[in-house]
């Protein structure tokens, strides 16, 4: 074992994962679609480290955005002042992002977007005069983040457990818009999920409902992605009882659906986007929360302060690099290739359904996962134990197989692809590939 996975081992608390009794995987090198660990073996990273590294691994071009950037001016804060990186990031977000908005709040994560996302939305309403609008409405099995804030928004009850007694309780979560496992419809969905959005503000009382925080295609429980029209349900629900619209987009945005929000792909606008992880690629943390006008007007209106910050949010290094990012997938056509190869993308994982043990294949853009079942063509699903049992088995045949992918169980097991956004056909089929032999592996092992 290299001295550093000894290190990582005895020192290093890794996230969501228990504290470990062997060296973990010590990835040291990336290029393009690919990682290296420790030991030089090669992995296709399916996963773009954590739906982050959009543009690919080893730019040379964003780490020198990133040295120019901290020669010139290291570090400032956004805080009552500005400087460059920030203000011409801020208005380039605000040229790329869907209607009318136009002012962008910078955080250092995806996290902090979605309290900050919060935090604006109750300011906005004290300075409207409704300072009863505080509750929220999110989605079961979401994902949203881990301050507790954020957890309060999130729906994963092993994520929640622990910290129960400190989540806030003005959160209601309404169903997701998983078309295979629903039970309301007659046939195909209908706008059911949307519906239920307005049932909950109502049982909540309009008064008292701040936002609605939403991804446009869900993450967690694999890659659900809406109905015809939801998006314009939503939309008109909020509009109705004056609900902000938040649209978290952490994963869904700058590429990862084959647009550069969400809004463009389902064709709305919300009140609020939150950002993070491919707004960088990853060469540096930044996040935030992109807003429409109306937002600002009230805060301008009293002039009011906006009571929050965060020491590194739109750090310049951050603010440099996203701008480094941003011009590359434009000037090398990335978001394109990806509309362009989505389809294909697909097609590939589709070759899959003839295994006995594979479902369905669900997603757009480059973000798809397959739903694994017991028996696929009865609609027969694993039981817990076995979910977790096949789950277990899966990580490590994935990981030995030289793929980078999500194997998870919350909801019924999937598997979970968001390569880099450069992946073609090579990458497509080494998924499709080692996906059919883990899969086997582990079915064996289980049976064995
Ligand atoms: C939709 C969504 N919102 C928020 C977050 C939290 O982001 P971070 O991990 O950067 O705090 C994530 C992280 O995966 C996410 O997927």
Redesign the pocket.
Known sequence: MTDMRTAAMDHLWLHFAQIPSTGPVLIERGDGCYVWDSDGKRYLDALAG??VTEIGHGRSDLANAASKQAETMAYFPVWGMAHRPAAALAAKLAQLSPGDMDRVFFTS??????ESAWKLARQYFLAKGEPDRMKVIGRET??????LG?LSITSIPPIRAPFEPMLNQLVTHVSTTNQLHCDRCEGPCTLHAADEIETAILDQGPETVAAVFL?PVQ??GGCFTPMDGYWQRVREICDKYGVLLVS?????AFGRLGTWFGGQKFDYVPDMI?F??GVTSGYAPL?GVITRPHIADAFRANDDIVWHGITFGGHPVSCAVALANIEALEAEGIIDHVATNEGLFRAKLETLLDHPNIVEVRGTGYFYAIELMKDAANMVPFTADEAAELIGHLKPALLEMGLIARADGRGAPIIQYSPPLIAGEDEFDIIVDVSRAALDQSLAEMAG
């Open positions: 954590l739906f994560g995806g996290s902090e977007a979605v979401a994902y949203h983040g881990t301050t954020a991804e993450n967690s978290d987009e952490v994963i869904c939150t993070a992880k996040g």
